[in-house]
């Protein structure tokens, strides 16, 4: 027989005690509070509406236990009838798990199960914080939650756990945080969120922890979870064993789920999946409608599926991108599902009709919180064409980010002796967004963590709130590139930085507005610690600080001010260490004057009471900036009007926010950003239909140094980025480059400084 060998290791546990619900006790919970290390609980059919707590080494097992199970095992009827309903507590409970199995090293066996609608146990981890320890609340296992302990869980099914709405509630569908179906911590940083005594962290360091977890033969269908689907692992170093099990869908490639399905926290448990097996995808582009949508649709163009949570699942993981195409309308968790949040793996491209009509709801609440999106790590991934609103993560850590989180692997924010780990390289690219009513304890529209290479292009940051540093935008650590973008109307209520705060990082801001913030404390514009932050083409104005500081704050950090507007503030005055040149600064500010070019004239903008910061006919602004921004005689600035760059940051139209997936009208190249650059470059065109490109760099001698396009593209809105190494790998030296397009019958080059 196949799993003859299962039953002869449970032999020891069946010839002890065993007691029978309901015939000896009434319930589950009562039956195991009755047992003893070595019993069985034998649970007859039946559905069982109950929230239970196992923290003995027994057996828990339905009648199928007796079976002799074959291929088809998940149609047993002990196991298909024998169910355990954990969807009756109110949402409110911190409790929500089918089953919580806990403490004391212990290894029982749950065999022969349903578990459905669970919602999930409220767990207290250990976070991070700018200036001090953090914690927060996380939801997690939906299905089982295991803490400190290591069962083995088989030939079980789960189904729905995860959606922390009730099914006979009738409440918006919103997810755990981690571990839809089972969620596993084996971390001392993490504890209950009441019964704190039952976890002492430093009584279980020196646990004697087993280097395998046995999950083997078990079916998980419709369960969610912003980390691991299905199964979720904090903490464990070792093998977690899932061979033979039945998911929703696998990839045909390589007969395995992705990260959004299984997910560990520190990266280092290894995930069995032998004989696994579900639905076979084979796609790469799926579309999303919520007008005629459907999650048992295949998600081609003609029948699409309703959510994104859906196809997130079926990313594979081989290097190849999936593209995301999103349609008009609402996704919410009341309207199409939609739960959140959503967990952005590498090589995706998640890209809406537009942003007016393709809108996300995250329909968060200060009791029921959620963030839209969490970006960790990744390469070759795209958000784009969206509105985001409704988010709230003011309890999810220090982090923030009520829209969007881009973080790194929050596992590796410390290093052993308490110092904090090296910045990870992250290059999500956000595009034509617009973020608003959203709220965070960081960072109430995006929060980013620890990261280098974010770059965030076309955005409107308006209306979203933080409790304590950045209402629009928070960066902790890291460098991000932000151009093209407004900051607007939004507020820090207790702290710094009503539209951004930069802390212990570097940031360039170009062609930005930030305009009406607040600031409750410090810097109602802008908020900038320990970083280096340049303002290019930027304009600051009519941000107020409540804390009567100053427009821009700053503390020990160096700020580069360039063709740029710093006016109307309340207080306008800035603070900290400022190099300032060919800007309209006014002169109670009291470093101005320090730099080349500055002004102190109104700018005459055409509608500043409506929001209109463009500048008006005759304005003292225009052409008055300089295109030699780092002041070594080269002009770094080529694409503008005029005799000079102006002022401010609005001298073209760039905040339509033009539609990704609608075609250029005609072929044109884009000045690389950031110029001058080290180490990396972007280099923009448009292509209005399919052509041969060839894009290569010179030296000022016509010298060939680096090939970086030479193919056939499609037609579209293109990038392409260059790390400032010749055909060989090898660095190159410092100076001026040439990069030139041949695209059809296009020719066309630019120029681009290099800095060592």
């Known amino acids: 027989m196949r799993y003859l060998q299962i039953f002869l290791a449970l032999a020891g546990f069946l010839y002890a005690t065993v007691i029978n619900v309901p015939s000896d006790y009434t319930t589950i919970q009562e039956g195991l509070d009755a047992s003893v290390d070595g019993d069985t609980v034998l649970v007859s059919e039946g559905e069982y509406f109950e929230n239970l707590i196992l923290d003995k080494e027994i057996v828990l097992a339905s009648y199928a236990i007796n079976e002799q199970l074959d291929s088809n095992w998940f149609t047993n009827q002990y196991i298909v009838g024998t169910i355990i309903n954990g969807g009756q507590h109110p949402i409110g409970s911190n409790k929500g798990s089918c089953i919580i199995i806990r403490d004391n090293d212990i290894n029982p066996l749950i065999f022969g199960f349903t578990f459905e609608d669970g919602t999930g146990t409220d767990m207290l981890v250990t976070d991070c914080e700018v200036s001090d320890d953090h914690q927060r609340t996380e939801r997690s296992g939906g299905g089982i939650l295991v803490y400190n302990a290591y ?65 083997q033969n078990n079916y998980f269908d419709n369960n969610g979870s912003g980390d691991g689907e299905c199964f979720y692992s904090n903490g464990f170093l070792g093998s977690i064993d899932l061979s033979n099990s039945i998911f929703d869908n696998i990839d045909c ?36 409608k919520a007008e005629n949508g459907s999650d048992s649709n295949p998600g081609t163009e003609e029948e699409p599926f309703l959510t994104i949570r859906k196809v997130l699942s079926l990313v594979k993981e081989d290097g190849s991108t999936t593209f995301i195409h999103v349609g008009e309308g609402l996704y919410s968790p009341s309207t199409t599902g939609e739960s959140f949040p959503l967990n952005i793996p590498d090589n995706v491209h998640l890209i809406g009709t537009n942003w007016e009509n393709t809108i996300i709801d995250i329909e968060a609440t200060q009791e029921k919180q959620a963030r839209g999106f969490i970006v960790q790590e990744v390469v070759n991934v795209k958000i784009a064409n969206f509105t985001i609103t409704g988010g709230n993560a003011e309890d999810a850590g220090c982090m923030g980010g009520g829209a969007i989180l881009l973080t790194n692997n929050d596992d590796a924010v410390y290093n052993p002796d308490g110092s904090f780990a090296p910045y990870a390289p992250s290059t999500p690219v956000l595009e034509n967004l617009y973020l608003t009513g959203n709220h965070a304890y960081n960072g109430g529209g995006i929060g980013v963590f620890r990261l280098i290479g974010p770059t965030m292009e076309n ?219 080290n180490p990396t470059t972007q280099i923009k065109y448009d292509l209005p239909e399919d052509a041969m490109v060839s894009i290569t760099i010179y030296d000022l001698m016509g010298r060939r140094v680096k090939s970086l396009v030479n193919t056939t593209q499609s037609a579209g809105y293109r990038s392409i980025q260059w790390n400032a190494t010749n055909n060989l790998g090898e660095p190159v030296s410092a100076g001026m480059y040439i990069y030139m397009i041949q695209a059809g019958e296009f020719t066309n080059t630019k120029k681009m400084v290099l800095l060592k």
């Open 253 to 288: 490639s390589t007969n395995t789920v992705n990260e959004f399905v299984l997910k560990s926290k520190t990266r280092d448990a290894d995930y069995i999946q032998e004989g696994i097996i579900g639905n076979c995808i084979e796609q790469n582009t799926y579309y999303v």
């Open 459 to 677: 955005i409107i940051v308006q209306e979203n709130s933080s409790y304590k540093f950045g209402g629009g935008i928070f960066q902790h650590a890291g460098v991000t590139t932000i151009s093209n973008t407004k900051i607007n109307d939004n507020n820090a209520l207790t702290s710094h930085g009503g539209g951004i705060a930069v802390f212990v990082g570097g940031a360039l801001l170009n062609n930005v507005v930030i305009s009406n913030n607040i600031a409750e404390n410090l810097g109602g514009g802008a908020a900038f610690y320990l970083s280096e932050v340049d303002l290019l083409n930027t304009t600051v104005v009519n941000n107020i600080d409540h804390g009567n500081n100053s427009a821009i704050w700053s503390n020990s950090s160096t700020v580069g001010i360039v063709n740029s507007i710093v006016w109307g503030n309340q207080p306008n005055r800035l603070q900290d260490t400022y190099t300032i040149t060919h800007s309209n600064i006014p002169s109670n500010t009291q470093i101005f004057g320090e730099g080349e070019g500055n002004i102190d004239t109104d700018p005459l903008f055409t509608d500043p009471e409506n929001g209109d910061f463009t500048l008006s006919e005759g304005s003292p602004c225009i052409d008055a900036g300089t295109a030699d921004i780092d002041g070594d005689g080269v002009e770094d600035i080529t694409d503008f009007n005029g005799l000079a760059p102006d002022m401010g940051a609005l001298e073209s139209e760039w905040l339509d926010l033009p539609d990704v997936d609608q075609l250029p009208e005609s072929y044109a190249v884009h000045q690389n950003y950031p110029n001058p650059f």
């Open 151 to 215: 069962p083995d869980i088989m030939f079980n099914k789960f189904l729905n756990n995860g959606n922390t709405s009730m099914a006979n509630t009738g409440d918006d569908i919103q997810v755990v945080t981690n571990g839809g179906a089972i969620s596993h911590y084996d971390d001392d940083d993490v504890e209950f969120d009441e019964d704190r005594n039952i976890s002492n962290q430093n009584v279980n360091q020196a646990r004697n922890r087993p280097i395998s977890m046995n999950i």
